[in-house]
């Protein structure tokens, strides 16, 4: 099994994307790890939200491949502490065939069309993070799960 992180837009603040980086280096180690960029949309003060969304949702879709098993970070999902998001992966591992991908959405969130597709949602805080800082958090989160199931000193309880 494969982990990907799809996110849409950039990551133009230096010091998330440098730090985004060491975390997907120590990822290797463990598990096959990628983070694919869907471009930020151009020309969008001329579209409603809900335009965007839409745009946005198929660009996502796109990106999907055929056997993907897609997750949505998304506010209104599922929480986990940093153990039972461990065990969470693990259990993904020995069931998903090829790709395990988490995606976040650009500032309005997913298309309804996104939402029908995904296989389930989880929510890594009940606070607002900014895009940056989420796909930050997130990629520790999948290291410190890794390091949590080979049982090796980085977490402690």
């Not at 133009?12 to 471009?39: S, T, W």
């Not at 799960?145 to 090796?152: D, H, R, S, V, Y």
């Amino acid at each position: 099994m494969k982990i990907a992180l799809l996110v849409v837009g950039k990551t133009d603040m230096n010091y998330f994307a440098d730090a985004i980086q060491e975390y997907r280096k120590r990822l290797v180690h463990y598990i096959p790890f990628d983070m694919e960029v869907i471009p930020n949309l151009k020309h969008v003060k001329n579209l409603s939200e809900v335009q965007q969304k839409e745009k946005e949702g198929e660009l996502i879709l796109k990106a999907l491949q055929p056997g993907d098993y897609c997750v949505l970070l998304d506010e209104k999902g599922k929480e986990f502490t940093s153990m039972q998001f461990a065990t969470y992966l693990e259990k993904k591992t020995h069931t998903v065939p090829k790709r395990l991908v988490f995606v976040i959405g650009g500032p309005y969130g997913f298309s309804e069309a996104v939402y029908k597709t995904a296989s389930e949602k989880i929510s890594l805080s009940k606070m607002t993070f900014s895009h940056q800082m989420i796909r930050l958090i997130f990629v520790e989160q999948v290291y410190r799960a890794m390091t949590i199931l080979n049982n090796e000193p980085y977490h402690h309880e």
